[in-house]
């Protein structure tokens, strides 16, 4: 991974690139540290890094209060944001759009079809995605606050506009409901 380091707005905004990471953080603090390693295990690709511990004003910019935080911008539109630490495979699929491959769980069964409704700014979206990761679940993630056809198709599978949501093979889970995901996804629980 390449990281560029910023020391003001103007640094990101002169690239002309459509798509951008751009990667807010605490030096030095447990999770920020643990997403930085993360991210550098990425193959390829550009991150703008910024210290919070140097540069104080980029996170109002994209509405970002809480680090780590790796935000999402195509062109001035803030597409997604990925709080917390984060698998360097999560971030791989998330820097390179790649699409999520089913594969097996580890009994060996093929892996459940796997879909969470979300937001950037929800803070239970993002337990439950590190939920899914800590426990190696793979699954599509889709930001409902800018994609409006997936979040009218969301409401019209569960009537709820809240998030999250999961549609496991066809069944919706609505909130972080780590009982329920754990009984239907196998997950031991702890």
Request: charged content about 25%.
């Amino acid at each position: 991974m390449n990281f560029v380091d910023v020391k003001d707005y103007q640094d990101i905004v002169k690239d002309k690139d459509a798509k951008k990471f751009i990667f807010i953080y605490k030096k030095g603090t447990a999770n920020s540290d643990c997403a930085h390693n993360a991210l550098r295990e990425v193959k390829d690709g550009k991150v703008y890094a910024v210290d919070v511990n140097k540069v104080r004003t980029v996170h109002q910019h994209y509405g970002v209060n809480a680090v780590p935080s790796l935000v999402v911008v195509d062109g001035d539109k803030v597409e997604n944001i990925i709080k917390g630490c984060q698998t360097p495979n999560y971030f791989d699929q998330i820097i390179h759009e790649k699409k999520t491959v089913y594969s097996t769980s580890k009994d060996g069964k093929p892996q459940k079809r796997v879909v969470v409704y979300s937001t950037p700014t929800c803070q239970f979206c993002n337990k439950l995605k590190q939920y899914f990761n800590k426990h190696g679940v793979k699954y599509t993630d889709i930001n409902v606050a800018t994609n409006q056809q997936a979040a009218a198709e969301m409401v019209r599978k569960s009537g709820q506009r809240g998030v999250p949501q999961t549609d496991i093979n066809g069944q919706i889970i609505i909130g972080f409901d780590t009982a329920k995901l754990s009984r239907i996804l196998n997950i031991p629980t702890e």
